[in-house]
């Protein structure tokens, strides 16, 4: 019983946090987007704008991946470097050219909907469910013409209020599990990423001078 208070609790934590990075994440594209392409003209002052935007929901998407062992029981496994150019340019040309870039602003714009609607849901199902508890000790206060102080209804009240804090329970893990599951289809890096990175390094290996070996070293000693 405790464990599953703990995993409820800890779903619900997840869901609401949801919503201070859903909003990081709207105000992040609605402002940084529009601005940047507005300001290409002027001289491409949009362009240090968009990069900072870009990076800005690539961090976003590096704290989900992390946040999301919450739900998930393990970080989400991080993309492989979009790989090491001296120059600028090129670095960014390797950027925008992984389609984990594209991924990540996805999930951005997803977190900025989702992570904004489910903690609403969450928190109007868990004020019912107070709401319902609270009402016996409401109805004798209440007007006669209210319906409030009627027989049964305040009896019957905090049955439905037990109802419904198991239904609040189910939705706070149904809703950490679904925005926990879309982050990992989003954000986690595929097969095919991780393989081409592991390529790369053992052909970066593989191109090293070999170490220098002393003669000393070759020799077999006996006794």
Not at 19 to 30: H, K, R, T
Not at 49 to 56: K, N
Not at 178 to 206: C, F, H, N, T, W
């Amino acid at each position: 019983m405790r464990r599953q208070l703990e995993i409820t609790a800890s779903s619900a934590a997840y869901v609401m946090v949801s919503f201070p990075l859903g909003l990081v994440a709207l105000v992040w594209l609605s402002v940084g987007l529009p601005l940047g392409f507005g300001l290409i003209p002027a001289f491409l002052l949009g362009l240090p704008v968009l990069a900072v935007t870009v990076l800005g929901w690539s961090a976003l998407s590096r704290l989900e991946r992390r946040r999301a062992a919450i739900v998930l029981g393990a970080p989400i496994a991080e993309p492989p470097a979009r790989g090491h150019h001296e120059r600028l340019a090129a670095r960014w040309r390797a950027r925008l050219e992984d389609p984990m870039t594209w991924r990540e602003l996805a999930w951005a714009v997803l977190i900025s909907i989702l992570g904004l609607a489910a903690p609403s849901i969450l928190v109007a199902l868990a004020s019912g469910t107070v709401a319902l508890f609270a009402l016996p000790f409401v109805a004798p206060f209440a007007t006669d013409d209210s319906g409030l102080g009627s027989w049964p209804l305040p009896l019957l009240m905090p049955v439905v209020g037990a109802l419904a804090a198991v239904l609040t329970a189910l939705a706070a893990r149904g809703l950490a599990t679904g925005l926990a599951l879309m982050a990992r289809g989003l954000l986690a890096p595929s097969d095919k990423a991780l393989l081409a990175a592991r390529a790369g390094r053992y052909e970066v290996i593989q191109r090293l001078p070999p170490l220098p070996v002393s003669k000393g070293d070759t020799r077999v000693r006996t006794g």
